[in-house]
């Protein structure tokens, strides 16, 4: 380059060993550029894209012709295809388990708050009324008022506990199956009994159908059933009274090597945002009537639970019944000793 000292003018400039510095410049890109070459620019052509900036010598990189592209990207695309792959699915693997801690959160977080909301109604009213009982508040006539709403209270406590209690069986894998045999008119009385009594209760009318064979055996565990169906009865009774012309249907019927059971109200039946979640664990209906009944949300769940431990399922076949109005549950178990154990 041309420097200028006062008047005076100085071209500056540096000796190599061309010889030796080449080979060393074409070392350091050779794994970039393999057959690359290092060309001394002698004339003024000008700077080009691929001159060098400190020194007078252009890159030169021959061209690669389509073909040998087209293998080259051949070669490479099995493996980058491999990599995208992989890392799409550690990505998914670890969206899914993010998204099952969520999940996990969620549910204790309902759970704790599900479980607490409903101890707090019957201990509050055991504490008030135990104080205004203890303290000679309560006048002799109204006495066995104040301790039947004690002993509803104790039962209301009682069987949230053993859902809770039950839950956490289900949960732990250690409900075991106690199978027994029994005929169609033999079940359905035992679920009759419940259904009258809970109906009796809330002045609603028990309906029941029975379409299973006289005689017929059904092998399977008789309590889990009855505990299913009492579900599925009080579900009903709790959305139907009040209604005019309440009315709890419940139908066995055989199919083939299956047992059906339906249970339909007459009550508002189920929201259709409710539809899906419907049978999950802490979850209650939107709507009004279905907010005030209370409850943690764990009944429907536990029935499905056990309809799947006695090799069977739990459906919401309608929303709201043709005839009925209300929501309409069928349970379907089978009947042959050995799927049912």
């Given at each position: 380059?041309?420097?200028?000292?006062?008047?005076?003018?100085?071209?500056?400039?540096?000796?190599?060993?061309?010889?030796?510095l080449?080979?060393?410049?074409l070392?350091?890109?050779?794994?970039?550029?393999?057959?690359?070459?290092?060309?001394?620019?002698t004339?003024?052509?000008?700077?080009?894209?691929?001159?060098?900036?400190n020194?007078?010598?252009?890159?030169?990189?021959?061209?690669i012709p389509?073909?040998?592209?087209?293998?080259?990207w051949?070669?490479?695309?099995?493996?980058?295809?491999t990599?995208w792959?992989?890392?799409?699915?550690?990505?998914?693997?670890?969206?899914?388990?993010?998204?099952?801690?969520?999940?996990?959160?969620?549910?204790?977080?309902?759970?704790?708050?599900?479980?607490?909301?409903?101890?707090?109604?019957?201990?509050?009213?055991?504490?008030?009324?135990?104080?205004?009982?203890?303290?000679?508040?309560v006048?002799?006539?109204?006495?066995?008022?104040?301790?039947?709403?004690l002993?509803?209270?104790?039962?209301?406590?009682?069987s949230?506990?053993?859902?809770?209690?039950?839950?956490?069986?289900?949960?732990?894998?250690?409900?075991?199956l106690?199978?027994?045999?029994?005929?169609?008119?033999?079940?359905?009385?035992?679920?009759e009994?419940?259904?009258?009594?809970?109906?009796?209760?809330?002045?609603?009318?028990p309906?029941t159908e029975?379409?299973?064979?006289?005689?017929?055996?059904?092998?399977?565990?008789?309590?889990?059933?009855?505990r299913?169906?009492?579900?599925?009865?009080d579900?009903?009774?709790?959305?139907?009274?009040?209604?005019?012309?309440?009315?709890?249907?419940?139908?066995?019927?055989?199919?083939?090597d299956?047992?059906?059971?339906?249970v339909?109200?007459?009550?508002?039946?189920?929201d259709?945002?409710d539809?899906?979640?419907?049978?999950k664990p802490?979850?209650?209906?939107r709507?009004?009537e279905?907010?005030?009944?209370?409850?943690?949300?764990l009944?429907?769940?536990l029935?499905r639970?056990?309809?799947?431990?006695?090799?069977?399922?739990?459906?919401?076949?309608?929303?709201?019944?043709?005839h009925?109005?209300?929501a309409?549950?069928?349970?379907i178990?089978?009947?042959?000793?050995?799927?049912a154990s």
């Amino acid at each position: 380059r041309e420097a200028h000292v006062g008047e005076t003018s100085f071209y500056q400039g540096f000796i190599g060993d061309w010889d030796r510095l080449k080979p060393e410049l074409l070392r350091r890109i050779q794994d970039e550029f393999p057959e690359a070459d290092l060309i001394p620019v002698t004339s003024d052509e000008g700077i080009s894209e691929w001159q060098v900036i400190n020194l007078p010598v252009r890159l030169q990189v021959p061209e690669i012709p389509g073909g040998a592209a087209r293998v080259a990207w051949r070669q490479v695309r099995g493996p980058l295809i491999t990599m995208w792959a992989a890392g799409a699915a550690v990505l998914v693997v670890a969206g899914f388990g993010l998204w099952n801690l969520v999940s996990l959160m969620e549910r204790r977080m309902q759970f704790a708050y599900g479980v607490t909301h409903e101890l707090r109604t019957p201990l509050t009213t055991f504490r008030l009324y135990s104080d205004m009982l203890s303290a000679g508040l309560v006048p002799e006539s109204a006495r066995q008022e104040y301790l039947d709403t004690l002993n509803r209270e104790s039962i209301r406590l009682a069987s949230l506990v053993e859902d809770v209690l039950e839950y956490a069986r289900l949960e732990s894998n250690k409900v075991r199956l106690s199978v027994t045999e029994t005929d169609g008119p033999s079940l359905l009385a035992t679920i009759e009994e419940t259904l009258v009594e809970r109906c009796r209760k809330n002045g609603v009318r028990p309906q029941t159908e029975n379409a299973v064979l006289n005689g017929e055996p059904i092998r399977t565990d008789v309590d889990l059933v009855h505990r299913i169906a009492t579900v599925l009865v009080d579900n009903g009774v709790r959305h139907a009274r009040g209604r005019e012309d309440a009315v709890v249907l419940v139908r066995l019927r055989a199919d083939h090597d299956h047992l059906l059971l339906d249970v339909i109200d007459s009550g508002p039946g189920i929201d259709r945002r409710d539809a899906r979640t419907i049978f999950k664990p802490f979850r209650r209906g939107r709507n009004s009537e279905t907010s005030a009944q209370g409850g943690i949300g764990l009944g429907l769940a536990l029935a499905r639970s056990w309809a799947q431990l006695l090799g069977g399922r739990l459906e919401l076949v309608a929303r709201r019944h043709e005839h009925y109005g209300g929501a309409h549950f069928r349970l379907i178990i089978p009947s042959h000793p050995r799927t049912a154990s």
